[in-house]
């Protein structure tokens, strides 16, 4: 059942389209990546979306209600987590969330529990008596996702919730996105693919303003021209002249040895062709043990480049491959 829905949304900016006639609905308890490069409306989108701008066209719905009907309540429903994470680092992370609270109307023995609950579920425990401006990073993104949480919302819109951290920072905010995920909605943006791929099970991609690509991670990612990558790892003989005889191989390489005897193999094939079937097959048939067999979604990558290669400045820069944020 659809809880967000945009209808040909747009917004300009002194006399510039920064967003133009964007449109998608979001289901109850879809987990929604948002990617594209700088400047394609993103985070325009996302203001729309909590009410920090006003569309110029088009409507913003929850649960079927305009967003401009029923502003109040709207905003009791939708969490927000801003790409700059504003917080007030003299305060102490106990009465931050105190303050929060209260400006959501949230009192007494259920602020208590709120506050709990939020502190549960972000981790941050060891961290609430302390000052906001002495924590790291790591732990203000923590607390900026307790207050966006609080008041427990059926929407959570987050805005580059991993930028600036480290690659252990950004697995830990990643394990915790996935978490609040199984209880609420979540739209998430974001520029580090591997984040897409472990966290959300739908993809939108948007560039000058348009959406360009809808889907899921795995659907998106077989639309990508280019070669497919299959990682194998067997126990047997002669393995890599088998596999590198099957139709569609274009390339067979041995990766690191394993020291057991195993055979760990980077297998790429042609645009399309899924080798899986075939290579197990030939696994069962020769009497190898095989350990490993996936499909890489390197794709992805291949299919974001391709949808954004006209972006403003000739590259889509807001794209990173890895968990480290490399630009």
């Not at 305060?91 to 969330?97: E, F």
């Not at 600036?164 to 943006?189: F, K, M, N, Y």
């Not at 390197?298 to 299919?303: I, P, Q, T």
Request: hydrophobic residues 40%; proline residues 4%.
């Amino acid at each position: 059942m659809t809880l967000l829905s945009l209808d040909a949304v747009s917004k300009e900016f002194h006399g510039i389209k920064a967003v133009d006639r964007v449109s998608f609905d979001i289901d109850r308890g879809q987990v929604v990546g948002f990617l594209g490069p700088n400047g394609a409306g993103k985070s325009t989108t996302m203001r729309m979306i909590t009410q920090f701008y006003d569309p110029d066209h088009g409507e913003i719905r929850l649960d079927g209600v305009v967003l401009g009907e029923d502003s109040l309540a709207a905003k009791r429903r939708i969490g927000y987590l801003p790409e700059n994470n504003p917080l007030y680092t003299e305060m102490l992370v106990t009465d931050y969330l105190a303050f929060v609270a209260r400006l959501r109307e949230i009192t007494g023995q259920e602020a208590t529990s709120a506050i709990d609950e939020a502190v549960g579920a972000t981790g941050i425990e060891e961290v609430y008596y302390r000052p906001i401006g002495e924590l790291s990073k790591g732990f203000r993104q923590r607390v900026g996702l307790a207050q966006a949480i609080l008041h427990r919302p059926d929407l959570l819109v987050l805005d580059e919730p991993t930028e600036g951290l480290d690659p252990g920072q950004r697995l830990e905010i990643r394990r915790l996105i996935g978490h609040l995920g199984q209880a609420r909605t979540v739209l998430l943006s974001t520029h580090v693919l591997s984040e897409v791929r472990d966290t959300c099970s739908r993809l939108l991609i948007i560039n000058k303003g348009e959406i360009i690509a809808d889907g899921s991670v795995e659907e998106l990612a077989a639309q990508a021209s280019g070669s497919v990558h299959v990682l194998v790892e067997i126990d047997g003989q002669q393995v890599e002249e088998g596999i590198g005889a099957l139709p569609g191989v274009r390339a067979v390489v041995q990766r690191q040895a394993s020291g057991d005897g195993r055979t760990a193999l980077m297998v790429t094939a042609a645009e399309g062709r899924d080798l899986r079937p075939e290579i197990f097959g030939l696994a069962r048939e020769r009497g190898w043990t095989l350990y490993e067999l996936h499909q890489e979604l390197r794709s992805l990558e291949d299919l974001f480049l391709q949808l954004t290669e006209d972006a403003p400045n000739g590259a889509p820069a807001d794209v990173s491959q890895d968990e480290g944020g490399a630009q």
